[in-house]
């Protein structure tokens, strides 16, 4: 069984598009995070959700929104989506202290 | 704003050759852990160090938290094609609800 799981693993869409990237955990981690990582490889963290409380929210544009029907997911959705915003996004979920296990990732492409 | 830096960013070595990959910072972080992240995959966590001066084996590779809890090390014995991928190290800076700081990581090239 895949411990992190996100859907879908690639997607392409044009600029201004509305989209969502789901992710799911079977782990029974109370933290998930969503984390962006960029062209030159650098990760990132987007949001942290803890008991479907946002923990932290860094400085990410309010097009992205995180949502978590269950402690078992949280998914992202990114209205008007921009040029700026193709890169991989990964979901992860961590017992303390802080360790994660990411999902495979999924590589937005906006055109 | 915590920060992590590591070198080198870049390291092609030949197979059975010796390496050590250093992740610093200026802050203290409550755990550090290193990651290794293949292509078109997310990061795998190698392991976590704790406590300052704590050093762990894993195979052939060996991690170092420095006394101070600001840096680690990476030391990888008799590189071998299959250590090839991007090495990141990230450090937790408190509870488990904190988010990882990763550095910017290293790309390990080892050739047969």
């Known amino acids: 069984d895949t411990a992190v799981s996100q859907t879908p693993k690639y997607l392409v869409t044009q600029m201004g598009n509305d989209k969502s990237i789901k992710c799911e955990q079977n782990?029974?981690?109370?933290?998930m995070y969503w984390y962006k990582q960029d062209s030159k490889k650098f990760l990132k963290i987007m949001f942290s959700?803890?008991?479907?409380?946002?923990?932290i929210n860094e400085t990410v544009p309010n097009r992205f929104s995180p949502k978590s029907p269950d402690k078992a997911h949280l998914n992202l959705h990114i209205n008007s989506l921009e040029l700026g915003d193709s890169a991989v996004y990964f979901c992860?979920?961590?017992?303390?202290?802080?360790?994660?296990?990411f999902g495979q990732g999924t590589r937005l492409t906006v055109v | 704003t915590q920060l992590l830096e590591q070198s080198p960013q870049f390291l092609s070595i030949q197979e059975g050759e010796n390496l050590t990959v250093y992740c610093n910072s200026s802050?203290?972080?409550?755990?550090l852990q290193w990651y290794r992240q293949e292509p078109g995959e997310g990061p795998v966590l190698l392991v976590t160090v704790v406590t300052g001066g704590e050093v762990k084996k894993l195979k052939r590779l060996t991690f170092q938290f420095g006394d101070a809890r600001k840096d680690s090390s990476l030391h990888i014995t008799a590189a071998q094609p299959g250590d090839t991928g991007l090495y990141l190290c990230a450090g937790g800076g408190g509870g488990g609800a904190d988010g990882l700081t990763f550095g910017k990581g290293t790309h390990l090239i080892i050739q047969p």
């Open positions: 959700y803890n008991n479907k409380e946002l923990i």
């Open positions: 802050s203290v972080f409550s755990s």
């Open positions: 992860a979920s961590s017992l303390p202290p802080g360790q994660g296990v």
């Open positions: 782990l029974g981690h109370d933290t």
